[in-house]
């Protein structure tokens, strides 16, 4: 039975606390969880367009406020959670993007993180509104 000596178990350590740092730095910021991030953009995205495309079939009519106000015909709460569900999952897609863009450094990372958190839950509001918007004007006319 053979004894190992201190400086290499110390040495062993060592590689083993470094692995597990690479692991972490790897799950922090790999080309997995961008796939997540992705992943919940898209899905945030998709939710704001099914909440904007039935609050406009259940407002056909009437005209929509741009960016905030009251409908004139209220949404139900199955409706408005859709809204919560893609803020949610936006939310979370841009923190990691965010996480990810922080080693280009943090002006980098500070426009990453507002383009991607307003583009999925904006884009979707504001081309379906207008659309809303253009075809009730066409309608009354």
Do not use: C, D
């Not at 040495?11 to 969880?33: D, E, F, K, W």
């Not at 960016?67 to 209220?74: F, H, K, N, Q």
């Amino acid at each position: 039975m053979t004894f190992a000596r201190p400086a290499l178990l110390a040495a062993t350590s060592q590689q083993n606390v470094q692995r597990q740092r690479h692991s972490l730095q790897t799950l922090r910021y790999g080309q997995g969880m961008i796939i997540v991030a992705v992943v919940l953009l898209v899905a945030g995205a998709t939710s704001a367009t099914a909440f904007n495309t039935r609050l406009s079939i259940l407002n056909r009519g009437h005209r929509l406020p741009w960016l905030s106000g009251r409908y004139p015909v209220a949404p139900p709460l199955r409706v408005r959670a859709l809204a919560g569900a893609a803020t949610g999952a936006s939310l979370l897609g841009a923190l990691i993007v965010s996480l990810h863009a922080e080693a280009s450094g943090p002006l980098a990372a500070a426009a990453v993180s507002g383009i991607v958190t307003v583009v999925p839950l904006l884009l979707p509001h504001v081309a379906i509104t207008f659309w809303h918007n253009k075809t009730t004007r066409a309608e009354a006319s």
